[in-house]
């Protein structure tokens, strides 16, 4: 009928939970442990601490870096350089704007050089002298002078002292020292050999003449100072002229340029000069591809100026006004040239009882369109001048109109200018 009492009883005793552990047929532990296991054996102690090679910024791995530091330093240097110079000739433009002695010297010597050159009885010449780095500037100045048509030689000192110094004419020349210091050696051995009579021009970076050995020694001298802000060994570590001979070198240019222009001072007629004086390489071919033909030598008639206002009242001073303001040097009596024009030539021969008189009053002084030579804008400047000289007729302050194959007249020429540029 159902299981015995005690059966139930032993089911539903709980267990017995206690922390003894036994152990069933163990020896007994000794009382001696064990060995422990043996220890690895330890690696030679040049396996983990073999010596590192130096480590060297030449290695592959850094070549990237080591290159791009070069070339910063390199890009520096360079950099310190260009703007040290730069600093010396912004100090040079600031002496002559405001020092006294600097710009009375520089007003001098263009004088002295324009005055022997521009007299066709004297047909003088400019000597430039200088030795060593001075020496490499002179000849590049020499060489500048000579393409604006001012005629110069190299006078090295050390040569003239042996037979050279009878390249200067003893009463035509100008001279022109380069000497940084003032007191260059074989210059002041040369000086006393110089004809006093002549002009001399000393560039140099004494900004007075009282500090300068041949200034002192010569005191007609005229200065042209040339100084530089500090001194070569202080701006780069070495006394290399470097500084001092981009500043004389500027001054020359700048002696070259403005001398031409007063000998020269017709509006065309630096470039002119040196175009003729320049036929060959790049600078060359691009002086003549623009005077192959007339239509680039003409000047284009809303270049001209205008006396409209002035209409039939207009005097030769006004005349001369406006030819002066006009940057083309021309002058019309009417915005579309139909009261006749006025060329520059025509303008430069008034004289003083002219500037009273009324334009329609002075002989020969407006040239009418009836008067104008056509000739086609296309037409090289050679066949224009060969074809005028062939029909002739014509004086030098004749009218070309140059005009396009339509009709229209694009600009007007002088024929002297025309002849000129052929």
Request: with cysteine; aromatic share 4%.
């Amino acid at each position: 009928m159902g299981e015995p009492l005690a059966h139930q009883a032993h089911q539903q005793r709980p267990p017995v939970h206690n922390s003894e552990v036994y152990l069933l047929n163990q020896v007994p532990f000794s009382a001696i442990p064990p060995p422990s296991p043996p220890s690895p054996i330890t690696p030679a102690e040049s396996e983990f601490c073999a010596s590192i090679g130096s480590l060297s910024l030449n290695d592959p791995a850094i070549a990237a870096c080591d290159s791009r530091l070069a070339l910063e330093t390199r890009l520096a240097d360079a950099l310190h350089v260009i703007n040290t110079e730069t600093a010396a000739l912004q100090a040079l433009s600031d002496l002559y704007s405001t020092d006294r002695v600097a710009r009375e010297g520089f007003h001098r010597a263009v004088e002295a050089i324009a005055l022997r050159q521009g007299d066709a009885n004297a047909n003088g010449k400019l000597v430039i002298i200088g030795v060593g780095k001075s020496g490499h500037i002179a000849r590049k100045l020499v060489a500048t002078f000579n393409s604006l048509a001012i005629q110069s030689v190299f006078l090295h000192p050390t040569e003239a002292l042996h037979g050279d110094l009878g390249q200067i004419h003893p009463r035509r020349d100008t001279l022109l020292l380069l000497t940084f210091s003032g007191r260059t050696p074989e210059l002041l051995a040369l000086l006393p050999h110089l004809p006093t009579d002549l002009p001399l021009i000393l560039l140099t970076s004494h900004t007075r003449p009282h500090t300068c050995d041949i200034a002192r020694l010569r005191p007609d001298t005229i200065l042209l100072p040339a100084p530089i802000p500090e001194p070569e060994t202080a701006s780069f570590g070495v006394a290399a002229p470097t500084t001092s001979t981009t500043v004389a070198l500027a001054l020359g240019d700048a002696l070259a340029v403005v001398a031409s222009r007063e000998l020269h001072a017709t509006p065309s007629g630096v470039a002119s000069v040196f175009a003729r004086n320049h036929p060959g390489g790049a600078i060359g071919a691009a002086l003549r591809r623009p005077r192959e033909e007339v239509r680039h030598l003409a000047v284009a008639l809303d270049g001209i100026a205008c006396l409209d206002d002035e209409g039939a009242d207009a005097t030769g001073a006004d005349v001369l006004l406006a030819g002066y303001a006009s940057p083309s040097g021309w002058v019309q009596l009417q915005a579309d040239g139909s009261g006749g024009v006025i060329s520059p030539r025509r303008i430069r021969r008034l004289g003083a009882g002219d500037l009273g008189r009324r334009v329609e009053e002075i002989p020969g002084l407006v040239a009418r369109r009836a008067d104008f030579v056509s000739i086609a804008a296309d037409t090289t400047v050679r066949e224009a001048a060969a074809w005028m000289g062939a029909v002739g007729g014509w004086c030098e302050d004749s009218i070309v109109a140059v005009v396009e194959k339509e009709g229209g007249c694009i600009g007007l020429l002088e024929v002297a200018r025309l002849l000129e540029e052929a």
